[in-house]
């Protein structure tokens, strides 16, 4: 995904707000769950979200989404923006995160996801971590949950 940064997405000192870099995330992650996925999906998680530098005025923001892992009813989608020069075509890192989708059926219930291929053993790695990330992400989410009162 690709996004033309205009004033109207900046802030004072010509950088893009961090509130819109994070939208322009969901969206392309959201765009790589429904396509692995067939179906309708909704963000569940974002973590390890890091800003790394700044996307200038001027500049693309080019978005580059994938799923990590897909499990029953859910997905991992990492997400890595670069600003880029368009005179250039030079780009830098800016921003990355691990996002996690819940598949819902026409009727709003958890539904399926197909399993993920892996081919490489790269792409068997990043399953791995992504395994470890969602252990860590569901013992937060049962602290959350217990310290609001709502979990066990």
Not at 25 to 31: E, F
Not at 39 to 55: I, K, Q, R, W, Y
Not at 93 to 105: E, K, M
Request: net charge positive.
């Amino acid at each position: 995904m690709v996004e033309f940064v205009l004033p109207n997405d900046t802030n004072t000192h010509g950088n893009v707000l961090g509130g819109r870099v994070m939208h322009w995330i969901d969206l392309a992650a959201a765009l790589s769950a429904m396509r692995f996925s067939g179906c309708a999906m909704v963000t569940a998680s974002v973590d390890e979200l890091h800003f790394l530098g700044p996307v200038h005025l001027g500049e693309t923001a080019v978005l580059q989404a994938e799923v990590t892992q897909a499990w029953h009813t859910s997905v991992e989608v990492q997400v890595h923006v670069h600003a880029e020069d368009m005179r250039t075509g030079v780009r830098r890192p800016t921003t990355t995160a691990y996002l996690t989708f819940a598949a819902l059926d026409e009727k709003g219930r958890p539904t399926p996801v197909p399993p993920i291929k892996l081919r490489t053993p790269a792409e068997e790695r990043r399953s791995r971590e992504a395994d470890v990330r969602r252990a860590r992400r569901q013992e937060s989410r049962r602290r959350v949950l217990k310290e609001a009162g709502i979990g066990k």
